[in-house]
């Protein structure tokens, strides 16, 4: 920095400053936002990765500035006046080329990254601007100071406007909602949750976003939530919603009920098991272990009580409509629903315990009566109530 400074000394000319201002911020990884206009654009896949260079490069240059002002602030003559001087200069154009990138991310269209990176440069442009001006006394009036307030202001009514499509985008059928046939945790569950955490990470600047909400679009038929909290509630509602909507497709007997059981309890581990927690109302975990009970209440009478209805009946006795006895029916449907389950998936140990033990107390009390009941019947091979548990322990493994 010390030997670019003379370049910001004003005897020099604009062109051999601005070349010292290009060597400069390359220097940070950041030459790029010299090539920026607010028309500009750069390819959405990058966004993310070029908000990161620029929000670090903003945090060093900081630093730098302050670690040289202290060295300057007290100029004991003309020659140390002069260098605080040009390092003022310096921060006022550093800090003027840092805010082009404001204007291209204001200008992408409308979606989950572009909120993401929209509070990612709000955030440090909010904490690291108003500490600049005090620290070389510009005032409201001063150039970077006012473009600084209204690339904040922007950026603040774009963040609003994804704030208001990110339900719609929840549900948007371009994002990947192809259901998986095995019933296990969607990917878009993993996606959504990991989203709401990082559009978490910039608090202040998301509660600036809603505040502005309440106090400026009164006459909006639909606000938005009040503060962070209600937002991340509102959109783990539509996650879940959209979950049982989507679950419809899942032609299978049972397995809509295994797959909401899957996603639900992906969902509530991780937000329980994050910084989402914290805005979990009291209740909410409570709600969906009820909702879960009612998913597995509703699978067993859909998967196994048939099976189980196969046992009533006299032992050699015929079906009219299936021309067997009920343990022959019994064995065949237990077969045909092991076959497929076998592939279903449920990736949660714990879960996959539950679902298989619930199983298991549902079928073979009721098998074992009825051979208690008919202690004349010969059970086949393979067949014994050991050999069967065993065949029960193998769902679910995908």
Same mark, same amino acid.
């Given at each position: 920095?010390?030997l670019?400074l003379?370049?910001?000394?004003?005897?020099?000319?604009?062109?051999?400053?601005?070349?010292?201002?290009?060597?400069w911020?390359?220097?940070? *990884?950041?030459?790029?936002?010299?090539d920026?206009?607010?028309r500009? /654009?750069?390819?959405?896949r990058?966004?993310?990765?070029?908000?990161?260079?620029?929000?670090?490069?903003?945090?060093?240059?900081?630093?730098?500035f302050?670690?040289?002002?202290r060295?300057?602030?007290?100029?004991?003559?003309?020659?140390?006046?002069e260098e605080?001087a040009?390092?003022?200069?310096?921060?006022?154009?550093s800090?003027?080329?840092?805010?082009?990138?404001?204007g291209?991310?204001?200008?992408?269209?409308?979606?989950?990254?572009?909120?993401l990176?929209?509070?990612?440069?709000?955030?440090?442009?909010?904490?690291?601007?108003?500490g600049?001006a005090?620290?070389?006394?510009?005032?409201?009036?001063?150039?970077v100071a006012?473009?600084?307030d209204?690339?904040?202001?922007n950026l603040?009514?774009?963040?609003?406007?994804?704030?208001?499509?990110?339900?719609?985008? +929840?549900?948007?059928?371009?994002?990947?909602?192809?259901?998986p046939?095995?019933?296990?945790?969607?990917?878009?569950?993993?996606?959504?949750?990991?989203?709401?955490?990082?559009?978490?990470?910039?608090?202040v600047?998301?509660?600036?976003?809603?505040?502005g909400?309440?106090?400026?679009d009164?006459?909006?038929t639909?606000p938005?939530?009040? *503060?962070?909290?209600?937002?991340?509630?509102?959109?783990?509602?539509?996650?879940?919603?959209?979950?049982?909507?989507?679950?419809?497709a899942?032609?299978?007997?049972?397995?809509?009920? +295994?797959f909401m059981?899957?996603?639900?309890s992906?969902?509530?581990?991780?937000?329980?098991?994050? *910084?989402?927690? +914290?805005f979990?109302p009291?209740?909410w975990?409570?709600?969906?272990?009820?909702?879960m009970e009612?998913?597995l209440?509703?699978?067993?009478? +859909?998967?196994?009580?048939?099976?189980v209805?196969?046992?009533?009946?006299?032992?050699g006795a015929l079906?009219?409509?299936?021309r067997? *006895?009920?343990?022959?029916?019994?064995?065949?449907?237990?077969?045909?629903?092991c076959?497929?389950?076998?592939?279903?998936?449920?990736?949660?140990p714990?879960?996959?315990?539950?679902?298989?033990?619930?199983?298991?107390e549902n079928?073979?009390?009721?098998y074992?009566?009825?051979l208690?009941d008919?202690?004349?019947?010969?059970?086949? /091979?393979?067949?014994?109530?050991e050999?069967?548990?065993?065949q029960?322990?193998?769902?679910?493994?995908?």
């Amino acid at each position: 920095m010390v030997l670019l400074l003379p370049a910001f000394a004003t005897a020099f000319a604009s062109v051999e400053r601005t070349d010292a201002l290009r060597q400069w911020l390359a220097g940070f *990884d950041v030459g790029w936002v010299l090539d920026m206009d607010d028309r500009g /654009s750069f390819p959405r896949r990058e966004v993310g990765r070029r908000v990161r260079e620029w929000a670090h490069a903003l945090g060093t240059m900081d630093r730098v500035f302050r670690h040289g002002h202290r060295e300057v602030r007290s100029p004991v003559n003309d020659a140390a006046a002069e260098e605080l001087a040009a390092l003022g200069q310096l921060a006022k154009e550093s800090a003027s080329a840092m805010l082009r990138l404001s204007g291209p991310v204001v200008a992408l269209g409308s979606s989950p990254s572009k909120l993401l990176a929209a509070l990612d440069v709000h955030a440090p442009v909010s904490e690291t601007y108003p500490g600049l001006a005090r620290m070389f006394s510009w005032p409201p009036s001063h150039p970077v100071a006012a473009a600084s307030d209204a690339a904040l202001a922007n950026l603040l009514d774009a963040s609003r406007r994804c704030v208001r499509d990110l339900s719609a985008f +929840i549900r948007a059928p371009q994002y990947p909602w192809r259901m998986p046939q095995g019933g296990e945790v969607h990917p878009c569950v993993g996606f959504w949750m990991g989203y709401f955490r990082c559009m978490l990470r910039n608090r202040v600047s998301l509660y600036f976003v809603l505040a502005g909400d309440r106090n400026g679009d009164e006459g909006r038929t639909t606000p938005l939530p009040p *503060d962070e909290g209600g937002l991340v509630m509102e959109l783990i509602s539509c996650l879940e919603a959209v979950l049982e909507e989507k679950s419809g497709a899942l032609a299978f007997p049972g397995l809509r009920q +295994i797959f909401m059981l899957n996603n639900t309890s992906a969902l509530v581990r991780r937000a329980v098991r994050s *910084d989402l927690s +914290i805005f979990l109302p009291p209740g909410w975990v409570l709600a969906r272990e009820e909702r879960m009970e009612g998913y597995l209440k509703g699978y067993l009478e +859909i998967s196994w009580a048939p099976v189980v209805s196969r046992l009533v009946g006299k032992p050699g006795a015929l079906n009219v409509l299936r021309r067997r *006895d009920p343990l022959s029916a019994f064995y065949s449907a237990l077969e045909n629903v092991c076959s497929m389950q076998r592939a279903w998936k449920v990736p949660s140990p714990a879960l996959r315990a539950v679902l298989r033990r619930t199983v298991s107390e549902n079928v073979m009390p009721a098998y074992g009566r009825y051979l208690d009941d008919h202690p004349e019947t010969e059970v086949p /091979s393979g067949r014994s109530t050991e050999e069967l548990e065993h065949q029960l322990s193998e769902l679910f493994e995908g």
